[in-house]
């Protein structure tokens, strides 16, 4: 079981928009769409912003949207904001009711 | 609404275990079935996933971690708990507790963390 492979670091402009890779392999993101993203501001809690591969929970803005194509999901950001400033981690289910998460991406918003 | 706060101690030295609680506030209830789980951050790194438990006692680990760790529950004090044994430096990390809530299989609370570090 290895760690998802993301991007150590990503940055774009107020306005602008952003991608966040998640790899994975078809034992996990490939084979299941139980992909979750993390929203995490250092010294706070982290905060589910995706699950299930496309979906928001309620209270998350719709700037935030997931995909996936085979063993990859993505994080898209749109509308960048000096608060969207954070570290990013994607989470997928990996069989056998075991979860697997990435590396963690920080976003800087310029 | 509920809430989750880890506890214990923030030094452990090397070979010995590491314990910690999560103090469970508000009614889980109504939210569906979920699991009790725990995950660390080591500095500068991604998130890992330790194990998680259900209500009933059944738990489930990382494998990297299984020979390790045990998660435990006690309803009755709304508190769960994690020790990992035969700590070393690397195991010096963020704890977090979490609820994994199998609507959505998401972790969709978490603690604050609390930082737990390994050394002599």
């Known amino acids: 079981q290895s760690a998802l492979t993301q991007p150590a670091s990503v940055s774009g402009s107020p306005g602008q928009s952003i991608t966040i890779s998640c790899t994975g392999t078809t034992n996990d993101i490939g084979t299941y769409n139980l992909v979750s993203w993390y929203q995490h501001h250092p010294g706070k809690a982290p905060q589910v912003i995706i699950y299930?591969?496309?979906q928001r929970p309620s209270g998350v803005s719709h700037r935030f949207s997931g995909s996936k194509s085979g063993n990859t999901a993505s994080l898209t950001i749109s509308g960048l904001q000096p608060e969207d400033e954070a570290g990013y981690h994607c989470?997928?289910?990996?069989?056998?009711?075991?979860?697997?998460f990435g590396g963690g991406t920080k976003l800087t918003v310029l | 609404q509920v809430q989750l706060q880890e506890s214990g101690p923030g030094l452990v030295k090397p070979s010995q275990t590491l314990s910690l609680i999560c103090a469970v506030s508000g009614d889980s209830r109504s939210s569906g079935p979920y699991y009790w789980s725990w995950i660390r951050q080591p500095a500068g790194k991604g998130l890992e996933w330790i194990g998680h438990i259900f209500t009933s006692g059944t738990t489930y680990y990382s494998p990297s971690l299984k020979s390790r760790v045990t998660i435990s529950v006690d309803t009755s004090k709304s508190h769960f708990s994690l020790n990992l044994t035969s700590v070393t430096a690397a195991d010096t990390a963020v704890y977090y507790c979490?609820?994994?809530?199998?609507?959505?299989?998401?972790?969709?609370?978490w603690g604050q963390g609390t930082m737990v570090t390994v050394s002599s």
């Open positions: 979490a609820r994994l809530l199998r609507t959505g299989d998401v972790f969709d609370i």
């Open positions: 299930e591969g496309t």
């Open positions: 989470c997928s289910y990996a069989g056998s009711n075991t979860w697997v």
